[in-house]
């Protein structure tokens, strides 16, 4: 294990990178398994423009295969439920997008809040001119939030915070979420962890054990969630957490879904030998 940090206020944190081996090896014959993945910086490498992210091919066909193991794979994205599918193609999951607020299970089953009274148009054009002496600050319109993102230039860091600290308060429907290189505007019933308790609760599976790989501040709420269900919280890189477990980096993540896919299906063959005293055969 690799030693990062403390936290700033001088309080001890463990705050140790393990290999993907290492979490690999807490999973037992016993439970079922259920697989909460975030998507950038989880799944899909940063960029400069959020448009030109992508989740490697590797990475979503290891997804299809958990998948076919009768593994249940939610993605809970800061992104929109449509732009999350897209960066997922052929991968028929459910999307618990903007944060948690918009959660897709099928093209017939959402379930949203009610959000007809938060005049996002409004909001969209108020940061518009906010924005005009900063044109390396980037707005993405996610339709029931507005994002603000610094990435371009991440000294504009504070401008983009306080941009959106002054127009919150003409929108109490709304609160500020901050990420990485991104503040924005998003309705307050958005939220990761009531998210997946919402996912948990309408799938019903028995004696589940969730897991949850995030990498963002956004994240928190969820593995917060995910440790009262005695689950497995993973942080991606540094930072201060609530998560049990730390992988380096989303080459790690990679790594920890293929190696998840591999201990699923052995669990599932010693079953298989175990009830009927032959060999399961998983493609």
Same mark, same amino acid.
């Given at each position: 294990?690799?030693?990062?940090?403390?936290? #700033?206020? /001088?309080?001890?944190?463990?705050?140790?990178?393990?290999? !993907?081996?290492?979490?690999?090896?807490?999973?037992?014959?016993?439970?079922?398994?259920?697989?909460? $993945?975030?998507?950038?910086?989880?799944?899909? !490498?940063?960029?400069?423009?959020?448009?030109? #992210?992508?989740?490697?091919?590797?990475?979503?066909?290891? =997804?299809?295969?958990?998948?076919?193991?009768?593994?249940?794979?939610? %993605?809970?994205?800061?992104?929109?439920?449509?732009?999350?599918?897209?960066?997922?193609?052929? =991968?028929?999951?459910?999307? %618990?997008?903007?944060?948690?607020?918009?959660?897709?299970?099928?093209?017939?089953?959402?379930?949203?809040?009610?959000?007809?009274?938060?005049?996002?148009?409004?909001?969209?054009?108020?940061?518009?001119?906010?924005?005009?002496?900063?044109?390396? +600050?980037?707005?993405?319109?996610?339709?029931?939030? =507005? &994002?603000?993102?610094?990435?371009?230039?991440?000294?504009?860091?504070?401008? &983009?915070?306080?941009?959106?600290?002054?127009?919150?308060?003409?929108?109490?429907? +709304?609160?500020?979420?901050? /990420?990485?290189?991104?503040?924005?505007?998003?309705?307050?019933? &958005?939220?990761? *962890?009531?998210?997946?308790?919402? =996912?948990?609760?309408?799938?019903?599976?028995?004696?589940?054990?969730?897991? @949850?790989?995030?990498?963002? $501040?956004?994240?928190? #709420? *969820?593995?917060?969630?995910?440790?009262?269900?005695?689950?497995?919280?993973?942080?991606? /890189?540094? *930072?201060?957490?609530? %998560?049990?477990?730390? $992988?380096?980096?989303?080459?790690?993540?990679?790594? @920890?879904? +293929?190696?998840?896919?591999?201990?699923?299906?052995?669990?599932?063959?010693?079953? #298989?030998?175990?009830?009927?005293?032959?060999?399961?055969?998983?493609?």
């Amino acid at each position: 294990m690799n030693s990062q940090s403390t936290i #700033s206020d /001088g309080r001890e944190k463990n705050t140790y990178f393990v290999t !993907p081996d290492d979490i690999i090896k807490t999973l037992s014959l016993d439970k079922n398994y259920c697989l909460f $993945l975030d998507i950038d910086g989880t799944l899909a !490498p940063f960029q400069i423009n959020p448009e030109q #992210s992508f989740i490697p091919n590797t990475t979503l066909e290891t =997804i299809k295969k958990i998948i076919k193991l009768n593994i249940p794979v939610i %993605a809970v994205t800061g992104r929109d439920v449509d732009t999350a599918c897209k960066l997922l193609p052929s =991968i028929e999951i459910p999307v %618990a997008g903007l944060h948690g607020l918009d959660i897709y299970f099928s093209s017939d089953h959402y379930i949203r809040p009610d959000l007809s009274s938060i005049n996002f148009k409004k909001l969209k054009q108020d940061i518009i001119n906010s924005c005009e002496k900063y044109p390396k +600050l980037l707005i993405e319109d996610k339709g029931y939030s =507005i &994002a603000l993102h610094y990435r371009k230039n991440p000294n504009l860091e504070n401008v &983009a915070i306080n941009i959106m600290h002054q127009i919150n308060p003409d929108y109490p429907q +709304l609160k500020i979420n901050r /990420g990485k290189f991104v503040v924005e505007l998003i309705p307050n019933q &958005a939220d990761k *962890g009531r998210a997946i308790e919402t =996912i948990l609760n309408h799938l019903d599976l028995p004696a589940v054990l969730p897991i @949850f790989i995030g990498d963002d $501040l956004t994240d928190e #709420s *969820g593995f917060t969630y995910i440790n009262q269900q005695s689950g497995l919280s993973i942080k991606v /890189g540094p *930072g201060e957490t609530q %998560a049990k477990y730390r $992988l380096k980096d989303i080459d790690n993540v990679l790594d @920890f879904l +293929l190696l998840f896919q591999n201990r699923i299906k052995s669990l599932y063959v010693k079953n #298989s030998q175990n009830q009927n005293g032959e060999k399961l055969c998983l493609n």
